[in-house]
């Protein structure tokens, strides 16, 4: 081999392993930008299911339970037992929503509307 030939050799081997490092740089630098974006965009939306839950599922839940509770406190099991069905059917229907209707955030409303402890609406 002569000498030239072994110099363009060395010289190949050089511009290939810069040409390989470069195309590795280019993949690990491409995969953390996709995963920092993918990342973004996954805390993004469990951030906002996680304020949804709790405006649309758990604070109406409580304050119905808690409504519940005063009327079974005073005594007053028909309409404890009455607003205890409109959770459960407020309930099936945000069942079959899937997570993606209006929860039961208007529970309050139609606790308000059932009969209170003297009968009326």
């Known amino acids: 081999m002569s000498i030239i030939g072994k110099f363009d050799s060395q010289r190949f081997k050089k511009i290939a392993k810069k040409r ?6 280019t993949i690990v630098i491409t995969a953390a930008i996709t995963s920092l974006c993918w990342y973004m965009a996954t805390e ?5 299911d996680e304020v949804w839950l709790i ?33 459960q059917s407020e309930w099936k229907l945000f069942e079959s929503e899937d997570g993606v209707g209006k929860g039961i955030g208007d529970i309050m409303i139609q606790l308000s509307q059932s009969p209170d402890p003297d009968g009326e609406k």
């Open 44 to 48: 993004s939306q469990r951030a906002f």
């Open 55 to 87: 405006s649309a599922v758990k604070t109406p839940g409580r304050l119905a339970l808690d409504d519940i509770s005063v009327a079974l406190n005073s005594g007053d099991i028909d309409t404890a037992k009455a607003k205890l069905q409109i959770i």
């Open 20 to 25: 390989t490092m470069k195309a590795l740089l």
